[in-house]
């Protein structure tokens, strides 16, 4: 059970390029979410998802799109990648219901540097 | 203002301590949720509390509803316990607030 897949690991960008930072997850879950994590903060969210066709915005949308097509998929797009966009972001699924409800398993992570 | 505080922010214990890991939150909240995070970024649901207390192998963490307040206790650490805790509350739907962390050391 692969649970919850981001790729790549690491990207380097150029200030202006874009973007995606892929997410998957094979747990069937209607929640989905995407967060940046930087030095002396908390975990800060970005975008979510309920479902699919349903997105929604976080505490920190800007210089950020995504989209749920299917309930497995849940890309994060940075349209003009700028240095303020440097972090670790991590996405997470969580069920809407039974035992685990609202448990949020998390992908491993995505390092990314802009310059 | 965060609406979570963690203390202490670092702490470094002996192995065989009992440590404690504090929250204190300023919103409503349906449930609160420790986390750990490893030394390689991987962050894992440790428990999801709303009311009580519950306990999991060596830990054990407790709520007060009443008092905004959350602890995190580990009893007889071991190095291997060596981690960032996270602290986070859930509000409405699935939208989380997050405390900044307490990184934990614990010596051989």
């Known amino acids: 059970n692969a649970g919850v897949t981001q790729t790549p690991k690491f990207q380097v960008l150029k200030t202006g390029q874009s973007m995606t930072l892929q997410c998957a997850q094979d747990m069937n879950h209607e929640y989905m979410s995407w967060y940046r994590q930087d030095p002396g903060m908390g975990l800060r969210l970005i975008h979510y998802?309920?479902?699919?066709?349903?997105?929604d915005q976080g505490e920190v949308p800007n210089g950020y799109n995504v989209s749920r097509s299917t309930t497995e998929d849940f890309p994060l797009r940075l349209l003009s990648a700028a240095p303020s966009q440097t972090s670790v972001y991590f996405c997470?699924?969580?069920?809407?219901?039974?035992?685990?409800?609202?448990?949020?398993?998390f992908g491993a992570g995505t390092r990314l540097s802009v310059l | 203002k965060n609406e979570v505080e963690q203390s202490p922010q670092n702490l470094t214990a002996q192995e065989g301590e009992f440590i404690t890991i504090n929250c204190s939150y300023s919103?409503?909240?349906?449930?609160l949720h420790w986390l750990q995070q490893h030394p390689g970024g991987g962050i894992v649901s440790l428990f999801m509390l709303s009311s009580g207390k519950k306990k999991h192998g060596r830990l054990i963490a407790t709520i007060n509803i009443q008092e905004k307040h959350s602890s995190l206790h580990i009893t007889a650490s071991h190095p291997r316990d060596s981690a960032v805790y996270i602290c986070a509350v859930r509000r409405t739907g699935n939208q989380f607030y997050f405390g900044t962390g307490t990184s934990l050391t614990v010596i051989p």
């Open positions: 997470a699924s969580s069920p809407r219901g039974g035992v685990t409800k609202n448990i949020q398993y």
């Open positions: 998802s309920v479902g699919a066709g349903i997105t």
């Open positions: 919103v409503g909240i349906s449930a």
